[in-house]
């Protein structure tokens, strides 16, 4: 036997290789001195009562689930001098709750291992001394020490050092990040090989390491939406086995066939298998870097039929990238790109580092800049190679050289009067630079939309508070035919409300706060929590903690086959339970093998369900 079917044996629990020996001391008991029945009674009183106790409190508050079914069958096994059926029924009861048990612990892994994960220990750094602190205590603005090979205890920024971080259990991502001096660094990365100095900007429980911790813990905690339906099935199918006891005692006037329908009947450790399925459908999710935050929300994701997006950074990359780069017709294009980078090394701006890796991306050569003057929110100047280079606004550049008629009539041939993110470059040797910026479309969201089709969703809409050009610009290029800009998130909730009265279930995608409103709106919110955080990660139903918006079409296959599995083990289950009724009812079960044959069909349907916390 392989090592996976033994994995998945060992832990059946000790009762249900009870019903076993049980069932095979039948032939004993029957030939038993009366003080060896007095024993199986006293065991059957001792065991039966609390379970007879639970569902008399359960029937009090108005609970008349299948466990009424159960209590039953303890209840005639001890009028109809049937001990042994009665202790079977009992351990019925408690293994199939212990079964369940195992089943949901088995689909806690993703949360084990992230709470196992967690940081423990901080350095925190008093002047010249380093003091080990629990990462409870990590206060804000700490200065905090973290070696290489060690956790980041709570998130920060980097003050000093340089190093990779292996970020793969927090986002998915396999490829390490560089990280220096200004970068902003979250708990449960993994230093890998420099010595960092980081202040905190959070607490330790409030780190997006512990957030995490806390989101899945909500969704195992969750009840399903589709769980309430089995509770619903299992106060129908009540009545239903009585109706079925009633038949057999007037077919047969036998309460011995009455105690075998009951027994068949005890569907407790089956109706567990809904909830196992959902919850293991969640742990399989985690495991992907998709956080469900409820069984409700994993139900959702397998029913929506319409998927709406809002632009910037979900179908965009939600960061400025140069777009076009236009030079004089007298540039040398590499040298011109090379001196602009040059100055732009001394600014903070972000549109500066964004130029400044640009320019490395295309291969210009590296060189450096003298005299570096900056003037925030304009503009710098410098001088490169004995030339002097200012970038900035256009009227920055302008002002620089006022009076060079040559300059002017330069940077006129290449300004076409356009109103997107630009930035100018202009050299004292007459060569000038145009810089276009634009937040560009990710590189895989056909392949996500694709996907999304493949999968029976609707055409998609985009919805966005960007220009309406803009959104029409991004629409085109990805085939969607339904869009909007200029939006509030006000008008955004509308549009999402009007589609669900339509009919449609709706899967709203966003990253930005004003996308919170929406997210919760729609019947199913997705959030990415790499640019979000706060807000849209609580009003979100499914946060990604990978940047990756691709992950949707999973998430949605996942709650699709945790769906069908769940109700798989609930429509088979009770089928099988149906069919051994019938059998019992026209007295071709004792209550022992039937007790036996339910036992079994429970069992088998709980490892099924199991089956939605496999890949």
Sequence with gaps: MNRSVLQTIAPVPLATLGFLVAGAAVPLVAAADPWRSRVWYAGLLVAGAPVVWRTLRGMLRGNFAADVVAMLAIVGAVLLQQPLAGLVVVLMQTGGEALDAYAVARASDAVEALEADAPR???????????????????IDDVLLVRPGELLPADGVVVDGVSHLDTS????????????????????????????????????????????????????????????????????????????????????????????????????????????????????????????????????????????????????????????????PDADPMSALSRVAAVEQGSGH??????????????????????????????????????????????????????????????????????????????????VVRIDFADVMRADVQSMLQQLSELGLGSPHLLSGDKSANVQAIAAKVGIADYAGDLTAE??????????????????????????????????????????????????????????????????????????????????????SLIGMGFAAAGLLTPIAGALIQEAIDVAVILNALRAARA
Excluded at 361 to 390: I, K, L
Aim: charged content about 20%; glycine content about 10%; aromatic content about 4%.
């Design 169 to 328: 259990r927090l986002t998915g991502e396999p490829v390490p990040l560089r990280v220096s001096a200004g970068a902003r660094v979250a708990s449960g990365s993994v230093n890998q090989e420099g010595a960092l100095w980081m202040r905190a900007t959070r607490r330790s429980n409030e780190s997006q390491y512990a957030r995490i911790v806390q989101l899945v813990r909500e969704a195992q905690a969750s009840k399903s939406p589709l769980q309430r339906t089995a509770d619903q099935w299992a106060v129908w199918f009540t009545p239903l086995t009585l109706l079925l006891c009633a038949i057999a005692w007037l077919i047969s006037h036998d309460w011995t066939r009455v105690l075998s329908v009951l027994v068949v009947a005890t569907p407790c450790p089956l109706i567990l298998a809904a909830p196992v399925a959902i919850i293991g459908g969640i742990n399989r999710a985690a495991r992907r870097s998709i956080i469900v935050r409820s069984g409700g929300a994993l139900e959702g994701l397998a029913r929506v039929t319409m998927a709406v997006f809002d632009k910037t950074g979900t179908l965009t990359v939600g960061k400025p990238r140069v777009s076009e780069v236009r030079f004089s």
């Design 121 to 139: 220990v901080a350095h925190r750094v008093d002047g010249a001394r380093i003091a080990d602190i629990h990462a409870d205590a990590i206060a």
């Design 350 to 431: 972000l549109l500066a580092r964004v130029l400044v890796e640009d320019a490395e991306s295309r291969g210009a050569p590296a060189m450096s800049a003298a005299n570096v003057v900056e003037t925030p929110g304009r503009g710098v100047r410098g001088t490169v190679g004995g030339v002097d280079v200012a970038v900035g606004s256009l009227a920055f550049v302008r002002e620089q050289w006022p009076g060079d008629a040559r300059m002017a009539t330069t940077i006129a041939s290449l300004d076409d009067g356009g109103d997107g993110l630009r930035a100018w470059g202009a050299m004292s040797d007459g060569v």
């Design 491 to 576: 008008d955004k909730v509308q549009r999402v409300a009007a589609l669900q009265a339509a009919g449609e279930r709706v899967l709203m995608v966003g990253d930005g706060t004003n996308d919170a409103p929406a997210l919760s709106t729609a019947t199913v919110g997705v959030a990415l929590g790499g640019h979000g955080g706060g807000v849209v990660t609580e009003a979100a139903d499914v946060v990604l903690l990978v940047d990756d918006p691709t992950r949707i079409p999973e998430a949605i296959r996942i709650g699709r086959r945790a769906l069908y599995i769940a109700r798989q083990s609930i429509g088979v289950g009770l089928g099988l």
